[in-house]
């Protein structure tokens, strides 16, 4: 996966600092049981998860649809996307499927790690 390895610094610093905002909105919602932290940390969630999707497209093997990382790609774009699906229609089936999507995502990244 030398690919992946080959991010920029800024890139590894940015999804970093968008983990971090996440984390503390998340932990502020719990703590201060706001409403309006939450709905920024679940908006934070999808733009995480698709962003990442994108990076990891643009590090897959080129023309290997059936990459391992073509996949978690496309489940973490997926579960972005579904986020913003809940948002707008407060369906809480589509909070679960985009959690799971992006639980798939994440693990199929893993996966592709130690397998390449």
Do not use: H, K, W
Not at 42 to 53: H, P, Q, R, S
Not at 71 to 76: D, E, H, P, R
Not at 106 to 113: E, Q, R
């Amino acid at each position: 996966m030398s690919g992946v390895n080959e991010l920029p610094a800024r890139v590894n610093r940015g999804v970093f600092a968008a983990l971090l905002v996440y984390f503390m909105l998340i932990g502020y919602a719990a703590v201060a049981n706001q409403p309006l932290a939450l709905l920024a940390a679940e908006i934070m969630f999808g733009l995480i998860a698709i962003g990442v999707g994108f990076v990891l497209y643009q590090q897959a093997p080129a023309r290997e649809s059936t990459s391992p990382l073509v996949i978690a790609a496309g489940c973490l774009i997926a579960g972005g996307v579904l986020q913003f699906g809940y948002l707008l229609t407060a369906l809480g089936v589509l909070n679960d499927i985009s959690s799971y999507a992006v639980f798939i995502g994440v693990g199929l990244y893993i996966y592709a790690m130690f397998v390449d």
